[in-house]
């Protein structure tokens, strides 16, 4: 049982920060909304429109596999543990793992040195760092990618053909990013192979979605179209600030978005730095052309999923007008499991070598290098977290506006603090509760497009809900006088 060490391990990195920040992360609110919409629907997807706190109202599309598995959790009981989930489903991942790795080399030691590779990655130990189906998601991924390239190599085995169609309708009905991933690496090796077994597992988890779910798929379909196209409408203002629109240099720049900035201009570098085991799909080709390691034939199309990614990731990052379709740096994380298999391997092959000494003192650097930048990380933007968390300031002003006499209808600045407050209060909110909703929100959001007083007329908003560690008053051209109530730099306004 040696093999579940390590997928323990695992659990404890990524969720020990949230001992110390229980509330962190922006989309954990949204995540428990929908999934409370669903508990209150007797878990069932809601069918009606979502009004109520949602001032923009719109239909729940919200691929339906993780909302519903987390409705049968109590409310409190979610809240409690919510920070523990993605890190159980990242472990199951470091399960396959090692599953993997025993089908392809039958060597157990290779199997546990990859476990070890894949826990030491830093974009997965980061982004499991609150309540997400990512994780869930790039579970089903890799079980859908896996089973089906296994089937290719083992064809009388229809069985598993079979589980990687029911993986990839899995797929369909949990994460959009990852079945978007999915969607590419099925036209990578539909054309790298000439099969088509990947177009036609993804045509029958699209069908089968569509069976199971009676059309219900075809809303979450709209949703992510809608995303999509919104970010295409709004593409100069991706990474703008909400208030000051583009700028080129903040006086205090947040480190996340320092993250972002750094790995976009030195993209073709620094996505090896947030995964830097991806290395080992370009080594496999290059030592196995010159026969210094063995290739195998499953690993040689592992190398051709790493490879596919990490040009993907880079052409995204540098063309702009790709942006819409996702951070190009998160096409890495599809590619986490065979990276760590097939860096693994190499290890091996080279410790038979004269290489053996310099191999060994450079892949455990690596190791802790990696275990430093991730501590590193968890530390700055989970634990010492202001901007992304509920803090004290943050629950002190939701109790106050739990107690006003009327409800408040209120603009939240940044928007990013809109699902919180909705979470948290039972104040009306200038948010969308569908993604098709978020056209109608070009007055205010991405950047701020009209006059607050104009935007509240339109809206019939009462207060706006300012952190001023993300914009002053005087820069939203709001009064002091204004100000209802506030706790440290959270300040609610009337307007």
């Known amino acids: 049982m040696i093999w579940l060490i390590i997928p323990i391990c695992n659990f404890i990195l990524q969720s020990y920060p949230r001992f110390f920040n229980k ?38 599309d919200y691929p339906p596999v993780f909302p519903t598995l987390m409705s049968f959790i109590p409310k409190k009981t979610l809240l409690h543990i919510q920070g523990f989930i993605a890190p159980f489903f990242d472990s199951l991942q470091v399960v396959l793992v090692y599953y993997v790795a025993i089908y392809i080399t039958n060597n157990h030691n ?10 030491l990655t830093p974009m997965i130990a980061i982004e499991n760092s609150y309540l997400t ?50 969607f590419f690496i099925t036209i990578f090796f539909t054309l790298y192979l000439k099969t088509l077994i990947f177009a036609g597992a993804f045509g029958l988890g699209l069908l089968g979605s569509l069976v199971i779910t009676r059309g219900y798929y075809l809303r979450v379909l709209k ?66 052309y010159y026969k210094i390691i063995t290739p195998l ?39 986490t499991v065979p990276s760590a298999i097939l860096s693994t391997y190499i290890l091996f092959e080279l410790i038979k070598t004269h290489y053996i000494g310099i191999v060994q003192i450079l892949f455990v650097l690596l190791l802790v290098c990696n275990f430093i930048l991730i501590i590193f990380f968890q530390f700055k933007t989970i634990i010492k977290d202001k901007n992304r968390s509920v803090t004290d300031d943050w629950v002190i002003m939701f109790d106050y506006i739990n107690k006003m ?6 603009i939240c600045i940044p928007h ?14 200038l948010v969308n509760a569908d993604n098709p909703g978020l056209m109608r929100l070009a007055d205010f959001f991405p950047v701020i497009q009209k006059p607050l007083k104009e935007i509240a007329k339109k809206y019939n908003l009462t207060h706006v809900l300012i952190n001023e560690s993300f914009a002053t008053l005087a820069e939203l051209k709001l009064s002091e006088k204004d100000v209802v109530f506030h706790a440290g730099g959270v300040k609610l306004v009337r307007l």
């Open 110 to 119: 290779i199997a546990l040195i990859s476990q070890l590779v894949y826990m």
């Open 416 to 429: 990013q603090n809109t699902t919180m407050t909705i979470y948290h209060t039972k104040a009306q909110v």
């Open 223 to 288: 949703g992510h179209i809608s995303n999509i196209h919104f970010w295409v409408k709004n593409l100069d203002y991706r990474y703008a600030h909400q208030v000051r629109g583009l700028v080129k240099k903040e006086t205090k720049a947040d480190l996340v978005n320092v993250i972002y900035t750094l790995m976009s201009v030195f993209s073709p570098v620094a996505l090896f730095g947030m995964n830097p085991w991806a290395v080992g799909g370009l080594g496999y080709v290059g030592l196995a």
């Open 23 to 60: 509330l962190f992360g922006v989309d954990v609110w949204t995540r428990l909304l929908e999934i409370d919409h669903v508990r209150k629907n007797h878990h069932r997807i809601p069918t009606e429109k979502l009004s109520g706190q949602f001032l923009v109202e719109g239909y729940f």
């Open 133 to 182: 189906p990512r994780s869930l998601g790039y579970l089903n991924f890799s079980l859908a990618t896996i089973f089906l390239l296994m089937y290719m190599y083992n064809g009388e085995v229809w069985v598993l053909g079979v589980v990687g169609v029911v993986w990839t309708m899995l797929l369909f009905l949990t994460h959009r990013f990852a079945l978007q991933s999915f």
């Open 405 to 410: 006499k009327t409800l408040p209808r209120i």
């Open 297 to 335: 034939p499953i690993l040689s199309l592992f190398a051709a999923w790493v490879i596919f990614f990490y040009i993907l990731g880079v052409i995204v990052m540098k063309v702009r007008y790709l942006m819409p379709i996702g951070e190009g740096y998160r096409y890495m994380e599809m590619a």
